[in-house]
């Protein structure tokens, strides 16, 4: 059985040792990163801040391991693969409840009463333009069709009841909004859904097309229905069992300036005019947690939480053109996005670059792609260099394809150019051997794994 919703996945946080309640008083304003990062950096648990200056206990650190992601799916490291692109492969509509049904209708919050001063959002960075909701799904539709879509943006905290954020152009809330404006909508309505069973957090990862309905989507991965209902002010259909929901009307005639933050890439994205989000109502559970995620140099939280996912369907995308790929990392050093490394056996003589220039002309828009052969552990940085530093005659096996889109955020890039207008250059490296002709042979040690050593292996 699926979570239902993030407290039941809480439990087995619980059960597993990998939850953590702090009930000292503890700053909104950068304590709380610093708590985080140390638990990232130990692999620690998740954590509970219950005394944060605010009636709600903030939570943080959901998905902050690889461990947890595992639970999360309720899977081993063997399976998650297979789990993951069968739920993906196998999508379940979702189902529609009354509002009277819905937890996250327990308690509404309307015009005057809105205060996200009520609410702990944290500061993480020391140079962000403000608090930031960092781990929040954005719910929107498709104007002119419909079609839900999920993701993670940022939204800094302007006043009690607005907010503004970053909608990257190519991203499907980015489309939506830039396809009701050409539509002539003055106005456009989304929802911030804070806290939820954790496969939908998963699920906004997912590289889908733009006509998906996401909530099919998290209904194949959690292998049931997703139970939803509509908001109170606006349009838009939530997840039913969250924590929290934050609805809003976007003004496009309105902007402000938002950031700088604190980005997944570890660099700081400078401050910029960006949309005003109007707060047209908040609901939430009683007793409601309320959900903090540390942005900033890999690897934080949104880091491994994009992997799995990421990793899933970049290799359904590329294995169906690609049939003898084996594997494919996205490691958290490049942000999950800008570095990637696929294992396959090329059939033919310039199968490989045939691989790069699929890679890079994917939604993910891979700075650097290597290719290597199935014998080389992806995962394993070493074993990767070993790969480039013997396999490889950089005037043959090197290819660099200038002007493409450039990636999310690319700081080598800059910020002189409207995020649509950036282009960068890509590299791809052919590390597999040469196709067709001999090459000297591995000398390894056969077996050693096996190897009965009881002197060291009892130590």
Request: net charge negative; with cysteine.
């Amino acid at each position: 059985m699926a979570y239902r919703d993030m407290r039941e996945f809480l439990k087995t946080l619980q059960e597993n040792n990998e939850l953590l309640e702090v009930d000292r008083p503890v700053n909104l304003y950068l304590e709380v990163s610093k708590a985080l990062k140390k638990s990232y950096a130990k692999e620690g648990p998740a954590i509970i801040f219950n005394q944060n200056g605010t009636k709600f206990p903030l939570i943080a650190g959901l998905y902050s391991t690889r461990k947890k992601a595992l639970l999360a799916f309720e899977s081993t490291e063997e399976e998650i693969f297979d789990k993951v692109l069968n739920g993906l492969n196998n999508p379940i509509e979702p189902l529609n409840l009354e509002s009277n049904k819905a937890p996250v209708h327990e308690e509404v919050i309307l015009k005057d009463d809105i205060n996200m001063n009520e609410i702990p959002v944290p500061t993480y960075s020391e140079k962000d333009g403000g608090p930031f909701i960092t781990p929040g799904i954005v719910v929107s539709k498709d104007p002119e069709t419909g079609v839900p879509d999920m993701g993670h943006y940022r939204f800094q905290v302007m006043g009690k009841d607005t907010l503004s954020f970053l909608a990257q152009p190519f991203h499907r809330f980015g489309k939506n909004l830039n396809k009701a404006r050409e539509m002539g909508f003055n106005q456009y309505e989304a929802a911030i859904v804070i806290g939820t069973d954790p496969i939908l957090a998963y699920t906004c990862q997912a590289q889908v097309s733009d006509t998906t309905n996401d909530f099919s989507v998290a209904g194949g991965l959690r292998g049931e229905p997703v139970e939803l209902v509509k908001c109170k002010t606006i349009d838009v259909e939530v997840p039913a069992t969250a924590e929290m929901v934050i609805e809003l009307k976007i003004d496009f005639n309105e902007t402000v300036m938002e950031g700088p933050l604190g980005e997944y890439t570890g660099y700081y994205t400078p401050a910029s005019e960006k949309p005003v989000a109007f707060i047209s109502a908040i609901t939430h559970r009683k007793d409601a947690y309320v959900q903090g995620l540390l942005t900033g140099k890999p690897t934080t939280e949104n880091h491994i939480l994009k992997q799995i996912p990421f990793e899933a369907t970049f290799f359904q995308m590329m294995k169906e053109r690609f049939p003898t790929i084996e594997k494919i990392s996205i490691p958290p050093s490049g942000g999950v996005s800008f570095y990637v490394v696929i294992a396959m056996k090329p059939r033919y003589a310039g199968e490989a670059r045939h691989a790069i220039l699929s890679a890079m002309a994917s939604n993910i828009r891979p700075k650097y792609i290597i290719v290597v052969d199935p014998d080389i552990d992806i995962n394993n940085s070493t074993d990767v260099e070993w790969a480039l530093s013997f396999r490889v005659l950089p005037h043959r096996d090197v290819v660099i394809i200038d002007d493409l889109p450039a990636g999310p955020l690319d700081p080598a890039v800059g910020e002189k150019e409207e995020l649509q207008n950036r282009k960068m250059s890509a590299m791809g490296i052919d590390a597999t051997r040469a196709f067709g002709e001999d090459f000297a042979e591995v000398a390894d040690v056969e077996g050693w794994k096996d190897y009965d050593f009881p002197e060291l292996d009892n130590k």
